[in-house]
Each structure stands twice: as structure tokens, then as C-alpha cells.
């Protein structure tokens, strides 16, 4: 609930600004729910799908980074230690990895690399391998597609313009 607060704060304000003034503004809102992710993060660096959790969740860690670094770039005050740490273990689980291992993580491989791009740290020619691997099945799904779009946007974001046009009308 934490990332739809980062960019409603105006819609929010117009339709229900009671709302604001109850629980404090949408500072106040964001930075519980800041707090709350930080919560899980695990010693290792990712973050537990859940609260008390032990061991990362790849998807997971993908997800509250994305929610972070959108906070941080908002002008929220996210602490840079805890997102040098999660984007370590991004960087190296991505190394540790091979290319479609385990059910789980090659749906979260797509996003963890978006993330990384978004963080500055893009791999350029994993993820071009990704997407030659995602173009080259016979069969391909909406999650491939999904997964395909993800890998693109983020070898444009490591600054790779090949996938531009792709990108602008998908």
C-alpha cells in the first residue's frame, strides 16, 4: 500500500483530505510503511516476503527496492546503507544464479534486473542474453511477454537504446 501513496498525494488530497489529517498526511503514511518493509529486511541484505521472515524472496526483494528507490527519489529520506546492502545481494544473486534456475526466480529474475538498472548497476549482456532467451521460445505466455518488456526496459535504463522503439509502443 506503501508505493500507490507515493504518487496519489494530490488525488487523495481533492477527494478525501479528512483522511489525510486522521492518519497524519501522506508523509507519515509512506514512512510507516517505509519502516515497515525495512523491517524485513533479513541479514543477508534481501528482504523476507513477510514480516518475521529468516530468507530472502528474490520477487520480493525486487519489489520493496522498487518501492525505495521510487520513495528515495520522491524526497523521502531512505536510509543509502540499507539500499547498498539490498542491492548487493541483487547484484549477486543475479551472479550466483544461472539463467532460468528455479521456478520462482526466473520470475523474479526479469524484475530483479529492472530494479538494478533502476539503481544504476545494470548488466547489459545478461540481460541481453535474457531476452534472446525469452524471444527464442516457441510457446510464449503474457508473463514471457511481461518478463521480455521488464528485461528491455531495463537494458534501456543501463543505457542500452536498442529496444527504444519497442519500448514506446509496446
Not at 520493496?64 to 548487493?88: C, S, Y
Not at 544504476?120 to 532467451?133: D, S, T, W
Amino acid at each position: 500500500s506503501t508505493r500507490p501513496l507515493l504518487y496519489v498525494a494530490n488525488v487523495v488530497e481533492q477527494i478525501d483530505p479528512e483522511m489525510l489529517i486522521k492518519n497524519g498526511g501522506i508523509e507519515k503514511m509512506v514512512m510507516h510503511g517505509v519502516n515497515r518493509v525495512l523491517s524485513m529486511q533479513t541479514a543477508s541484505g534481501g528482504f523476507a516476503y513477510w514480516p518475521g521472515g529468516t530468507r530472502p524472496d528474490p520477487w520480493g526483494t525486487a519489489y520493496a527496492t522498487h518501492m525505495l528507490l521510487d520513495a528515495k527519489k520522491a524526497g523521502f529520506d531512505i536510509p543509502q546503507d540499507r539500499l547498498d546492502e539490498v542491492i548487493k545481494w541483487i547484484d549477486d544473486t543475479l551472479e550466483k544464479r544461472s539463467v532460468g534456475s528455479g521456478y520462482g526466480y526466473r520470475y523474479a529474475e526479469p524484475y530483479l534486473h529492472y530494479v538494478l538498472a533502476r539503481a544504476g548497476k545494470g548488466k547489459k549482456a545478461r540481460i541481453q542474453r535474457l531476452i534472446e532467451v525469452e524471444q527464442g521460445k516457441s510457446k510464449r505466455s503474457n508473463i514471457d511477454l511481461e518478463k521480455e518488456y521488464l528485461l528491455k526496459s531495463a537494458l534501456y535504463l543501463a543505457g542500452d537504446r536498442r529496444y527504444e522503439k519497442f519500448l514506446k509502443s509496446p
